[in-house]
């Protein structure tokens, strides 16, 4: 724990009834004035770590502690805790205005005190000028801003947005993923952001957790999770990846689709079992005969930027590759890439063992001086 730690969770369970819990022990931090992002599908819980953090459900084991201090039973209107739901919930028979200012009349604010704060979130969101306007006059977009000057009016210490952009059409969409980014950096305030989207997750975060089945699965930087996913559900939720059955021989050698292949990746077993991840963009087309690797392409689609080539290996592995060149379906290709490019996952790995092994690796350099 940091002297920037805002939130910990220490070992979190929460269990409805006798059901299996939705989250399993859960552990983790988040730091002040940062942007964080809750990763995963449908039901994994992610609404679930947000309902803990502002209050309106208990841990049934484990603690939440706030500002170093356990929250556990702090009921949610004595926490520094705003919400941005994922339909608002904005009040329709109030307008622009009353929407935002409602917190500050429940405060007892004085007239003039609401007027003020109130335009100053407005103009925040760029929707100066707009009070008098009824709920129903604005558009989707301009409702989830109403929804964020009403979370930054109380000057809260985290806001936490609930899927905020999944009603959105995708270009307003894009928009509002890089105005809320704007807003977090010029508020400062820790943000924490749930999305099953990961391409959104991706561009928006400082850090990402990515959940699956009530646990967190990875957590780090957008790039550190893009490159180095932990273990199948990682590497194939958050972009998209050649996840291929191998064996590490020995340090820096893998053995896939009845071939060696160097590698950075070290300290593991002889022999041991593992899957390779090698990301379709890493994938280079070369002829037949210079390619590290041959495969038979079964189909090929133009996606505006790139070709997206499938195709398959002798052993009946599938390759998915981005290439910019085009190839010819039914013909062999050479694939060739870096030994960077390969990333190994062990079976059952934790997050703290994964972390190790790839700290080693920086500190003793890959034969090949990468
Ligand atoms: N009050 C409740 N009683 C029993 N089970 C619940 C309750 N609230 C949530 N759950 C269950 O907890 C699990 C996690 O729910 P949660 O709302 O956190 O998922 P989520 O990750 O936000 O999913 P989504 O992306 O669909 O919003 C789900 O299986 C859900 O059915
Ligand atoms: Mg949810």
Partial sequence: MTDQTIIRFDRVTKQYDNDSPVLNDVSFEIERGKFYTLLG??????????????????????????NGHIINNVP??????????????LFPHLNV???????????????????????????FVNLDGYGSREITEMSGGQRQRVAIARAIVNEPEIILLDEPLSALDLKLRTEMQYELREL????????????H??????????????????????????????????NRFVADFVGESNIIPGRMTQD???????????????????NEPVELVIRPEDLEITTHSQGKLQIRVESQLFRGVHYEILGFDAEGNKWLVHSTKRAVVGEEIGLDFDPEAIHVMRFNETEEEFDKRLESYSEVGAPHGE
């Fill in 41 to 66: 599908p449908s039901g994994c819980g992610k609404t679930t770590i947000l309902r803990l953090i502002a209050g309106f459900i208990e841990p049934s084991k484990g603690n939440i502690y706030f």
């Fill in 76 to 89: 949610a209107n004595k926490r520094q805790v705003n919400t941005v739901f994922q339909d608002y919930a």
């Fill in 252 to 270: 820096f050698v893998v053995e896939f689709a009845g071939k060696s292949f160097e590698c950075v990746d070290q300290g593991l077993n002889p």
């Fill in 184 to 195: 977090q950096r010029r508020l400062g305030i820790t943000f924490i952001f749930v999305t």
């Fill in 197 to 230: 989207d990961q391409e959104e997750a991706l561009a928006m975060s400082d850090e990402i957790f990515v959940l699956h089945e009530g646990k967190i699965q990875q957590s780090g930087t957008p790039i550190d999770i893009y490159d180095e996913p932990i």
């Fill in 97 to 123: 205005f009353e929407n935002v200012a409602f917190g500050l009349r429940v405060k007892k604010l004085g007239k003039a005190d609401i007027n003020a704060k109130v335009n100053e979130a407005l103009r």
